[in-house]
């Protein structure tokens, strides 16, 4: 149980275009999931918290206009990279918060975002 | 703000061996969690195990174990029987009881290898 999926597992784009990352729990209602950006060789940086109906809440230097996160269910949010450019490339995690607060989060299995 | 340190950026261990990742943290907070986190090349986060601060008895799960000491801020993991599929990134992260809507601080993470 708990399973979160991720989509897509691997993405190239071109510079200047928008690109959506999906994450879904499969077999749970999750009123709050995580986005995070993961640089080579470094830790999660927790970029947004997404709870269902309401607005994200955005980590301190993390662009709204840029990340636009969508979380119109409780199993699917959306991270939308808006007119992407070379140093936006990064592992994007996301995570969803099962049940009630205190619970660990599960992740999903990460997208690979590149943008030439 | 917490902050959670991980001082050794690389282990390696002998497969059958013992090895003891070390993670300190800073917080003001009475009542937290504490977890170590996974992450294999396939670069998934997989939960290895989880300690309420409340509670004195250090964690076990299988062939991991924890050594909690809350007063000195240190929450340590050991890994015993190294098996290959143990060769990971593993982080600690911390957590604060019921606010926040439990978001995570991680540390930077030990790459732990382990050697046939």
């Known amino acids: 149980g708990a399973v979160v999926s991720q989509h897509p597992s691997w993405v190239i784009c071109k510079s200047g275009t928008s690109v959506k990352i999906e994450c879904r729990s499969l077999d749970f209602q999750a009123t709050t999931m995580f986005w995070y950006r993961q640089f080579p060789k470094q830790s999660l940086m927790l970029m947004a918290t997404?709870?269902?109906?309401?607005?994200?809440?955005?980590e301190q230097g993390v662009e709204k206009d840029k990340f636009l996160i969508n979380h119109a269910s409780l199993t699917l949010s959306t991270l939308t990279v808006t007119s992407a450019h070379p140093e936006d490339s990064s592992f994007y995690i996301c995570?969803?918060?099962?049940?009630?607060?205190?619970?660990?989060?599960?992740f999903g299995d990460g997208t690979r975002l590149s943008i030439l | 703000a917490q902050t959670v340190t991980q001082s050794q950026p690389e282990m390696s261990v002998q497969e059958a061996e013992t090895v003891t990742l070390s993670c300190t943290y800073d917080t003001s907070e009475n009542n937290y969690y504490l977890f170590w986190y996974k992450q294999p090349p396939s670069r998934q986060m997989i939960l290895v195990i989880r300690q309420e601060a409340y509670k004195q008895q250090n964690a076990t799960e299988n062939r991991f174990s924890v050594n909690f000491q809350k007063a000195a801020k240190s929450f340590s993991l050991k890994i015993s029987d190294s098996q290959l599929g143990d060769t990971a990134m593993y982080f600690c992260a911390f957590m604060k009881h019921g606010a926040a809507g439990n978001k995570l601080t991680f540390g930077g993470g030990t790459r732990v290898l382990v050697k046939p």
């Open positions: 995570s969803a918060l099962q049940g009630t607060p205190n619970q660990p989060q599960h």
């Open positions: 997404s709870n269902e109906g309401s607005k994200a809440t955005y």
